[in-house]
């Protein structure tokens, strides 16, 4: 079991450029999520994925933000047209659905819009 | 709307004393989970200690206990015999019970553990 990963760590990008992260959960877990973090706040929910289908997306930010988890496996995040205020750390959890379901979290992707 | 309230933005600890870590919510759901989870800096959260709703007794794991006060929506977290690699932001979260069990989060309380 080696967590959860998420690549890259960092990304600089300028405003108006696409930006595209992954995150690979653990093996076993078929449910995968995605925050956003802000300086100094707290995690919020952006969607989630149970296998491939994405069962809840209606907290994604805009229409500019998708998500796709096409084998039930790794998850990927796009932001098109970044804009500043996009600049946060990305997060993304997994667990596995159950009595528990505890969801354990990757180190994050920070943005960086200039 | 579920809504999670932490009012300590700041807290901090003589090493090897207690603390408590203050946590609120809001929800009209009777079937939940509460979670503190540590977030230490430039690493990723961890989760520390985790409360169902339906169980009456407190949660513990080694020194963290919770004191969890359903009827007025508290969900407080002690910290016994704190230790230097207690410092860390620790953020109090809520899932209803429902598909998905999407975590809300508070927005954090920084503990300081002076040596």
């Known amino acids: 079991d080696t967590g959860v990963s998420q690549d890259p760590r960092h990304k600089i990008t300028k405003r108006g450029q696409n930006v595209t992260f992954r995150c690979d959960p653990i093996?076993?877990?078929?449910?995968l999520y995605w925050y956003r973090q802000t300086l100094g706040q707290g995690p919020e929910f952006l969607t989630y994925?149970?296998?491939?289908?994405?069962?809840?997306k209606s907290r994604l930010l805009s229409d500019r933000f998708s998500a796709e988890r096409p084998k039930g496996s790794f998850s990927t995040l796009e932001i098109q047209r970044t804009e500043q205020g996009d600049s946060a750390m990305y997060l993304c959890?997994?667990?596995?659905?159950?009595?528990?379901?505890?969801?354990?979290f990757g180190p994050g992707t920070r943005l960086t819009v200039l | 709307a579920q809504t999670v309230t932490q009012s300590q933005p700041e807290m901090s600890v003589q090493e090897a004393e207690t603390v408590t870590l203050s946590c609120t919510y809001d929800t009209s759901e009777s079937d939940y989970y509460l979670f503190w989870y540590k977030q230490p800096p430039s690493r990723q959260m961890i989760l520390v200690i985790r409360q169902e709703a339906y169980k009456q007794q407190n949660a513990t794991e080694n020194r963290f206990s919770v004191n969890f006060q359903k009827a007025a929506k508290s969900f407080s977290l002690k910290i016994s015999d704190s230790q230097l690699g207690d410092a860390a932001m620790y953020f109090c979260?809520?899932?209803?019970?429902?598909?998905?069990?999407?975590?809300?989060f508070g927005g954090g309380t920084r503990l300081m553990v002076k040596p």
């Open positions: 959890a997994s667990s596995l659905a159950g009595a528990t379901d505890t969801q354990y």
């Open positions: 994925f149970q296998n491939e289908a994405q069962l809840e």
């Open positions: 093996s076993e877990h078929n449910r």
């Open positions: 979260a809520y899932s209803f019970n429902n598909a998905g069990n999407m975590l809300t």
